[in-house]
């Protein structure tokens, strides 16, 4: 599946073929981001903006864009004086390709098919074998939820602090696991959708609230309101982050993990008089990333719940228009 001419379309392409430190692989399941919907509406954009903070312009939009960057795979052919996993091996690994130019964002590339294809070219030093038993299907959750994994380690909570999580998306829902992987009490989790408000109180939130009954800080005030707060903003869009700042207690944390691609404004004195501190996170590290797959393989973080539709290669298209509803689906698997 491929962006081309604006839109989604399935095709035939030659399969890829393994070089030295590469691995051909079969794709076994791969999971819907909600970025690769934002990238086939904005995608322009989000390159352009990527060029403002240094990252390199790699995509041509006139030529087909491929993409998928949540995924499991099954090792079929390892590229020559190469070592690597043998075949039949099911492995992960973050999305990129190390090449002699440097590193290549499998994520969105014109060359090199992600995901959302039939078979796909890894590098070999970055596979992570999944562990024997684990369900691939889960396995391709490791990358979104190291997101989450890393938004809570950015933001430097601590035993003893409560959490608040506004907006409970897939990448809210991975920081409201992470929270609960890291013994963190009470966690309060705020979104407009019934269906969101119920997975986050499945993936351990203590209290959810919907946000047009009652405002998200009052909820925590209502549960602990004694404990330092650390907010995290997952909704993403203009306005969210002044409203935070607004309605945050003194001394409290904010940490933005939403992703917003337009320009916001923000009222300093709201930061200012309460001496907020505001953070930003962005993906993961490497370490990270495995530790994420090390957690859903030892049944710490269960990704089965986010698991909400499955669909093979002609079906992306739907797919990608039946997340645009948050009641019906949180993570649509692609099993080409």
Not at 27 to 50: E, K, N, P, W, Y
Not at 142 to 169: D, F, Q
Not at 277 to 296: K, M, N, T
Not at 316 to 329: I, M, N, R
């Amino acid at each position: 599946m491929v962006i081309r001419d604006g839109g989604l379309v399935v095709d035939d392409v030659a399969d890829p073929v393994p070089a030295f430190g590469q691995v051909l692989v079969r794709t076994l399941a791969c999971g819907i981001c909600g970025s690769d919907l934002h990238f086939l509406r904005h995608g322009q954009t989000m390159v352009d903006l990527g060029g403002d903070m240094g990252m390199p312009d790699v995509v041509d939009f006139d030529r087909d864009i491929y993409m998928g960057h949540e995924f499991a795979c099954e090792v079929l052919e390892v590229g020559p004086d190469t070592s690597a996993m043998k075949p039949g091996s099911v492995v992960t690994s973050m999305p990129a390709m190390l090449t002699l130019d440097g590193v290549t964002n499998l994520a969105y590339n014109n060359d090199l098919p992600g995901g959302y294809s039939e078979r796909m070219l890894l590098s070999a030093p970055l596979l992570l074998e999944v562990p024997n038993g684990l369900d691939p299907r889960h396995a391709a959750l490791t990358e979104p939820m190291a997101v989450g994994i890393h938004a809570v380690h950015r933001s430097g909570i601590v035993a003893g602090e409560a959490a608040l999580v506004i907006g409970c998306g897939p990448v809210g829902l991975a920081v409201v696991a992470a929270l609960r992987l890291e013994g963190i009490e009470p966690i309060v989790a705020a979104d407009l959708s019934p269906r969101r408000r119920e997975l986050a109180r499945v993936m351990g939130a203590h209290e959810v609230v919907d946000p047009a009954a009652e405002p998200a800080v009052e909820a925590w005030r209502r549960v602990d309101g004694r404990r330092r707060l650390v907010l995290f903003e997952a909704v993403g869009v203009p306005g969210m982050i002044d409203a935070v700042m607004r309605d945050a207690p003194r001394d409290s944390r904010l940490l933005v993990v939403g992703v917003c691609m337009e320009p916001d404004r923000i009222t300093p004195f709201f930061g200012i008089g309460k001496e907020l501190e505001i953070r930003f996170a962005l993906a993961y590290a490497p370490d990270e990333f495995a530790g994420s797959l090390r957690s859903i393989a030892e049944g710490e973080l269960d990704v089965a719940p986010l698991i909400t539709g499955s669909v093979d290669l002609d079906g992306v298209p739907g797919a990608f228009e039946a997340l645009a509803h948050p009641d019906e689906h949180a993570k649509i698997l692609v099993e080409p």
